[in-house]
């Protein structure tokens, strides 16, 4: 574990009382299910109270709280500024536990070792009360932002984000758009990237696609002892495997290939010629990452086949057989692209194929205007960093799963995905896992990371 660079921002005694307070925040069980019905809203009231009594009651703050799902706070700016306004996105969901599964309880928050246990504890409780933190922080200093700070917190981001896009609507009616939005995304890494000895903060400058396919076939069914030469659930296991097999729609975003322009120099030869030439190793790059499935993911559309069904008895044919593949869509595919591809595929299989709810799927989110100022915020980030951890760089990134801030790409210029903890690889995999937990250092750091932001805000001109 890489200590902390010591920048701390409190005495021992005020960590103490602000990580009293993030725990009892992880204790507040708000589980998210498909289901709205299953979910314990009033574990969601709660959330919200708690949150407005420990950092909500100063007059220049305003908070509206639409529903037990929704959380919009505006931080008040100093009158006559013409700074446009930013916007700061957490969730306070959490995925389901398995209780059995856990050492310490998920909603126990014990403090074990330097580690806080608990579900929620990475993903993401902790941007969300790093955020408020960082508002106390700031209020208790006396600082007034030098443009309007708002938050917009979600209660369902896990399942179906219907607060995100409610909260979306909620400042496009009143025409509030945002300088820069800043949502959980990337990370600081350490261990994670082979060949890079240092940490290093990934920014989400893109982020990928999601959609599910759904593979179907029909047939007659019938009694399982004359089949016909072909089931309907054989019919679709081939097609699955026609498409795990098939080649992969395969590019070099921008956003992959700025990671690569940013981070080059940090790499030891030949790594590092390889990427700051891609004119010339291009190939050569794109065969390295294809050889890893996690570097694999960088530059194409993913294929994993998750689920399947047929029959619900051993002895009668299916009448009907299903399948399932998430797709993950690299920015230049998009969902209508990949079914046209898909259909192409399958034609004269027998099978069929389609989106398994519209509603849910969305195609990547990116842009490919380089020219404008689009990382400019970067080096705001590294500044606030500055003391925390001893990063290699602040770089550009394509996050390879999807956020909430998708639904607010209209409402700003620039959408960033990052997350300023300090996670090695195994730290990496307790997220949505059992056993989450987040070390009290990272608490520190994400605490005083966006303190630092704050005041970068307040001091602007
Ligand atoms: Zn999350």
């Known amino acids: 574990m890489i200590p902390l660079s010591q920048k701390d921002l409190g005495s021992d005694h005020e960590w103490e009382d602000s990580l009293r307070r993030f725990r009892q925040f992880l204790q507040i069980p708000t589980v998210s299910y498909q289901n709205r019905d299953d979910m314990e809203e009033g574990a969601f009231l709660l959330f919200q109270n708690t949150l407005k009594e420990h950092y909500l009651n100063s007059p220049d703050v305003d908070c509206f709280f639409p529903d037990p799902y929704q959380i919009i706070i505006h931080w008040k700016s100093s009158s006559g500024n013409t700074n446009k306004p930013i916007l700061l996105l957490a969730h306070y969901d959490v995925v389901p536990v398995k209780e059995e599964l856990w050492i310490h309880k ?13 579900r929620g504890s990475i993903d993401t409780k902790i941007t969300l009360i790093g955020l408020m933190e960082a508002l106390k922080n700031s209020q208790e200093n006396g600082l007034t932002p030098n443009r309007d700070v708002w938050f917009a917190f979600a209660g369902d981001e896990e399942t179906k984000s219907i607060a995100a896009k409610s909260m979306a609507a909620w400042f496009k009616k009143r025409n509030i758009y945002f300088e820069w939005i800043l949502d959980e995304g990337g ?18 400058v893109a982020e990928k696609g999601n959609v599910n396919w759904l593979i179907t076939s029909e047939s007659k069914g019938g009694h399982s002892s004359s089949p016909p ?25 921008f956003a ?13 030869f030949p790594q590092n010629v390889i ?3 891609l004119w010339l190793f291009q190939p050569l790059l794109v065969k390295i990452l294809k050889s890893r499935p996690l570097t694999a993911a960088q530059i194409q559309s993913t294929i994993a086949v998750t689920m399947s069904g047929g029959s619900s008895v051993p002895n009668v044919l299916p009448t009907r057989a299903w399948g399932i593949i998430n797709s993950r869509l690299l920015p230049g595919d998009t969902i209508n692209k990949g079914l046209a591809r898909y259909r192409k595929i399958l034609k004269d299989t027998g099978v069929y194929i389609d989106i398994q709810d ?11 205007d380089r020219n404008g100022p689009a990382y400019k915020e970067l080096e705001l980030f590294h500044r606030s960093l500055e003391g925390l951890v001893d990063a290699a760089g602040v770089v550009p990134y394509l996050n390879m ?15 960033y995905r990052f997350s300023p903890y300090l996670l090695s690889s195994e730290e990496l995999d307790l997220m949505h896992a059992p056993n989450e937990r987040l070390s009290v250092d990272n608490y520190k ?17």
């Open 106 to 118: 998920p909603f126990g928050a014990d403090l074990v070792e330097g580690y806080i246990w608990g």
């Open 187 to 204: 990370a600081i890494v350490h261990d994670v990237i082979p060949g890079l000895s240092e940490p290093l903060a990934l920014v989400g």
């Open 229 to 253: 030469p072909e089931s309907a659930l054989g019919q679709v296991s081939k097609a699955l495997s026609l498409l795990e097999k098939k080649k992969r729609y395969t590019k070099l975003p």
């Open 256 to 268: 992959v290939r700025d990671f690569f322009y940013y981070s080059s120099s940090l790499f030891p």
């Open 275 to 277: 990427m700051a030439n």
């Open 358 to 368: 519209p509603e849910e799927g969305c195609d990547p989110v990116y842009s490919d």
């Open 401 to 415: 799963t999807t956020t909430d801030s998708k639904y607010y790409k209209d409402l700003g210029d620039r959408v």
């Open 445 to 461: 750091r994400v605490v005083s990371f966006y303190t630092h932001l704050l005041q970068e805000i307040c001091h602007e001109t």
